[in-house]
């Protein structure tokens, strides 16, 4: 019985990671002088193989990884929704992924205007 208390603990406890269809990323958000900076690591994906958007003040951070090893499909997915706490210069959202690293940088703004923006990662 204990055994099976403490595998459910153990699963509870690591539920968090599990998010949708993917595996939640590690994600540290900074405030700097200029806005928000968010790093995400995502080692192993390519940059097209990630899709970053901005939308009512969520970050969005999905990738996708497919291939086969020996005739065997298989792929790699993670996601990852973070609500910034102020409004954001949606326009001026910028992101670089080197390393495995994703670093995205959100302008604080008085006035932001609330729409989709699908940003480019260079």
Given at each position: ?122
């Amino acid at each position: 019985m204990n055994r099976l208390f403490e595998e459910m603990r153990h699963a509870m406890s690591e539920s968090h990671f599990d998010v949708g269809y993917g595996r939640s990323i590690p994600v540290r958000t900074e405030i700097d002088g200029d806005g928000y900076v968010v790093h995400a690591d995502l080692p192993g994906f390519e940059t097209s193989e990630i899709d970053l958007r901005f939308d009512d003040g969520v970050l969005t951070i999905e990738a996708l990884h497919e291939g086969s090893d020996d005739g065997e499909a298989w792929s790699r997915s993670v996601h990852e929704q973070l609500r910034l706490p102020g409004d954001v210069d949606e326009a001026d959202i910028e992101a670089t992924y080197r390393n495995g690293v994703l670093e995205i940088r959100l302008p604080a703004e008085d006035a932001a205007e609330k729409i989709s923006h699908r940003i480019e990662i260079e």
